[in-house]
């Protein structure tokens, strides 16, 4: 497998590389072709200055073709962070008896019906904070690699977008938990003091 990473991130995501390195390591990666993490597709103004057309994270991971016999990731992680990503939650349906569960009124958006079993239902969206790089490269590459492993059956679930997004946002809390007990290691936390006895003694003047 080809691991194709932007100079700038490596030198400013190494926690995140060595996250996602130690992921693949648990896995079969034999049908994956490479893995490519960077900013995008760079572009320039008049002035010559380096800009991205888009912002956040996002990715996108490509299954095998007879041209093409093995999957791709591509995750692009130009920030600016911090950053919210818009995720897709499991949406909310309308009970049989025509009334909806409390949670629908937070959720404003359209009433859609599924044409074949008739079931309304409305979508439902939440946001994820990735605070630095380190996060956006370990969130977007858990989101596609989430495709990746259940295209070759190496994880339970259904392979759709909203999955993907719970995988990415539980992976993230794990990345998150793994950097708090390092810090924790660095710089634990100091213990008080035992105040020490001092021996004081008054004196008079000359």
């Known amino acids: 497998m080809r691991f194709i990473v932007h100079p700038e991130v490596k030198a400013r995501a190494s926690d ?26 760079e572009h320039r103004d008049r002035q010559g200055r380096i ?40 949406p909310i349906y309308r009970s049989s008896d025509g009334t909806w569960p409390a949670e629908a009124k937070q959720n404003r958006g359209p009433v859609y019906c599924d044409a074949s079993s008739g079931r309304h239902w409305k979508r439902v969206y939440a946001k994820t904070t990735v605070k630095n ?15 990746w492993l259940r295209k070759t059956g190496q994880i339970p679930g259904r392979n759709n977008e909203i999955e993907a997004d719970a995988f990415a946002d539980q992976m ?34 000359p």
């Open 16 to 41: 995140a590389l060595a996250w996602v390195k130690e992921f693949l390591a648990r896995f079969d990666i034999s049908l994956l072709g490479w893995l490519r993490i960077d900013f995008g597709r």
């Open 51 to 90: 800009y991205y057309k888009f912002h956040g994270v996002y990715g996108r991971c490509w299954y095998p073709t007879k041209k093409q016999p093995s999957i791709r990731l591509s995750c692009q992680v130009p920030g600016p962070f911090p950053c919210e990503i818009i995720s897709r939650k499991k």
């Open 133 to 147: 790089l380190n996060e956006g490269v370990v969130w977007v590459f858990a989101h596609e690699a989430f495709h």
């Open 172 to 205: 993230l809390g794990k990345f998150r938990a793994i950097e708090s007990r390092a810090r924790d290691q660095l710089f634990p936390p100091a213990t008080p003091r035992q105040p020490m006895p001092v021996q004081c003694e008054l004196f008079d003047g």
